[in-house]
């Protein structure tokens, strides 16, 4: 590619809109331009990195067996209605109508899409076991889209779904999975960890995310240095210490100006661990076939050393979606904003119970009255509830093997999920076993999202002059420049170089060393030849890598193409022993 002619041009300074490094990069490079919020347009240089990422992810997959295709992002909103995902999913879903009045939906993800074509595909266990995945767009209108392409509405994902007639394969195609998506972001030169994770919205049982540990993560992970433990936030178990004693009494006493932990455990000269807190909270539940929306009031009674997690709040609850509560709806369950607990609460409302309150005794909690709690509240005894684990991990916090837990942002840029019988049961996806039988697939959805895989690299490979990707993903593996007028020795290399298959980005304009150089260190492409007029006197080319711009080497312009070869070969070689191959035992 000739710079003269490319359609993209460099900026000097980002737009004000960039919030990351790796965004600002981008728009300054000419990888991609913002549409509009959470939408973004690839320029030639970001489809080329986004298509080479794309190769790479198909390479794994086909080697672990899987059949790609291609599903409409327009569905038809009836195979959603099959499994209720039409009416639980909020506003991230954009609905619509055709013109015969017909509703449909911009998908969001594909479970519904590839079961309803497994259903009329598979018949027999003679089919099984199947895997097919796609590369394709999906649309989730995201309230608070940021960081470029780390959190967008409009994107390109490889998603892939696996069927098998038992849970044994399920297993098998989850592990190879589990060790392809290892490969992929290594191919890449990506870091990752995988941790365990919440299905969310998916269903299922068990699932996994692959995160880049980033500052500008929105996802907590919680580590442990000594077993190795990980988890995101929103699932993250540690081991809690319980105070277990003899009960004692329920008394009410006057606590005035203490709406608060803190200031209830100053007038008390208590611990924290010596109290119940209560966090109120709005749950939307909607009926899977009607659609109809309920809200319930819930409240969280947590130890006043805890906080609660929401996730596992929700989870526990089993609400669409949860909100806080607003002080007229607390009032209207009988219970005081400030002094509230779930003592003497309208039976209506959904009580759960963090397990550190059900194994401790005695604990301080509000008496649903203004300026008054009550001393020594016991679970089972005053109040009843859904006992779980809702507490939110924090640094600090003792992992189960004994060990200090450590917390670090990350961005999600892959998950797999074990979805079981969540979609063919709900969509009638049968296949007639050995005994005759008809039985449900079993199913697993895993994803990648391929514009936040971009958007990582660039914040993995960048340093103040601008971007360095690894040769396997960088737009171009070779930027030529010239600063000579003999045109002829520049276009003769370039032909050389791109006629052995070489990728080669050309800087042929007619502007200066310093704006070819500047514009060079921006992009970022491996491997930059320079032909200058002293250097050329000698028969050589200035070569440098972009990894490390201090050192200039020489070499020779008659060996330079095979020389040129060698030195893409030594890089990817490098890259290829970091190739990360981590198994999974289920």
């Known amino acids: 590619m000739r710079m003269s002619k490319m359609f993209s041009r460099t900026l000097r300074e980002a737009p004000s809109t960039a919030?990351?490094?790796g965004y600002e990069l981008l728009l300054r490079a000419g990888f991609v331009r913002q549409m509009g919020a959470g939408i973004f347009s690839l320029l030639p240089l970001g489809y080329r990195t986004t298509t080479k990422i794309e190769n790479i992810i198909r390479e794994e997959m086909d080697e672990i067996g899987g059949q790609e295709i291609l599903m409409p992002v327009v569905n038809p909103a009836d195979i959603w209605k099959e499994t209720g995902r039409y009416y639980s999913i909020d506003k991230e879903m954009s609905r619509f109508s055709d013109r015969a009045n017909r509703d449909m939906v911009l998908a969001m993800t594909h479970e519904e899409d590839a079961t309803a074509i497994a259903r009329n595909e598979i018949g027999s266990y003679k089919k099984l076991?199947?895997?097919?995945?796609?590369?394709?767009?999906?649309?989730?209108?995201?309230?608070?889209?940021?960081?470029?392409?780390?959190?967008?509405?409009?994107?390109?994902?490889?998603d892939s779904y696996s069927f098998d007639r038992n849970i044994e394969g399920l297993n098998e195609q989850y592990k190879n999975h589990y060790a392809s998506y290892f490969r992929i972001f290594s191919k890449a030169g990506l870091p990752v960890i995988v941790v365990g994770a919440d299905s969310g919205m998916m269903g299922g049982k068990i699932s996994h995310e692959y995160m880049y540990l980033s500052p500008i993560g929105e996802d907590t992970i919680i580590t442990?240095?000594?077993?190795?433990?990980?988890?995101?936030?929103?699932v993250a178990v540690f081991q809690k210490e319980y105070f277990k004693e003899e009960e004692k009494s329920l008394e009410k006493i006057k606590t005035p100006n203490c709406k608060t932990i803190e200031d209830l455990c100053t007038l008390l000269n208590i611990e924290k661990r010596q109290t119940a807190k209560a966090v109120f909270m709005v749950g939307t539940y909607i009926d899977d076939k009607t659609?109809?929306?309920?809200?319930?009031?819930?409240?969280?009674?947590?130890?006043?050393?805890?906080?609660?997690?929401?996730?596992?709040?929700?989870?526990?609850?089993?609400?669409?979606?949860?909100?806080?509560?607003?002080?007229?709806?607390?009032?209207?369950a009988k219970m005081v904003p400030g002094y509230g607990s779930a003592i003497n609460c309208d039976p209506k409302t959904i009580i759960i119970v963090d397990d550190s309150v059900k194994k401790s005794n005695n604990l301080v909690a509000g008496a649903n009255e203004e300026e008054y709690h009550f001393l020594n509240t016991n679970y089972g005894r005053d109040y009843t509830g859904i006992v779980a684990d809702i507490a939110s991990a924090k640094n600090g916090y003792t992992c189960q093997c004994g060990n200090e837990l450590k917390e670090n942002r990350g961005i999600e840029v892959g998950n797999i999920f074990q979805l079981g019988t969540r979609y063919s049961e709900s969509m009638n996806c049968y296949f007639t076993d050995e005994d005759g039988k008809n039985k449900p697939v079993i199913m697993g959805s895993y994803g990648i999202g391929v514009g936040r895989f971009l958007a990582c690299l660039a914040e993995e490979y960048n340093d103040e002059q601008g971007l360095n990707l690894p040769i396997s993903v960088a737009p171009y593996q070779v930027h030529l420049i010239s600063l000579i007028k003999d045109k002829e020795l520049g276009e003769k290399i370039y032909k050389d170089l791109t006629s052995k298959g070489i990728d080669v980005l050309y800087d042929d304009r007619k502007e200066s060393p310093g704006v070819k150089f500047a514009d060079a260190d921006l992009i970022g492409i491996p491997i930059r030849i320079t032909l200058g007029n002293r250097s050329v006197k000698e028969g050589k080319a200035e070569v440098k890598f972009r990894n490390n711009l201090s050192e200039n080497l020489l070499f020779n312009l008659d060996s330079i193409t095979e020389e040129i070869q060698k030195s893409i070969d030594n890089l990817k070689s490098e890259l290829t022993k970091k190739i990360v191959h981590k198994e999974l035992s289920l």
């Open 19 to 21: 919030d990351s490094k």
């Open 129 to 158: 076991p199947q895997l097919i995945y796609q590369i394709q767009t999906k649309w989730r209108d995201d309230a608070r889209p940021r960081a470029g392409l780390i959190r967008v509405r409009e994107f390109t994902m490889k």
């Open 224 to 234: 442990c240095d000594k077993c190795g433990y990980t988890a995101n936030r929103q």
């Open 291 to 332: 659609g109809e929306e309920e809200e319930k009031l819930i409240i969280a009674t947590i130890r006043g050393d805890f906080d609660v997690e929401e996730s596992k709040l929700q989870k526990a609850c089993k609400a669409n979606s949860l909100r806080p509560a607003h002080e007229d709806e607390i009032k209207a």
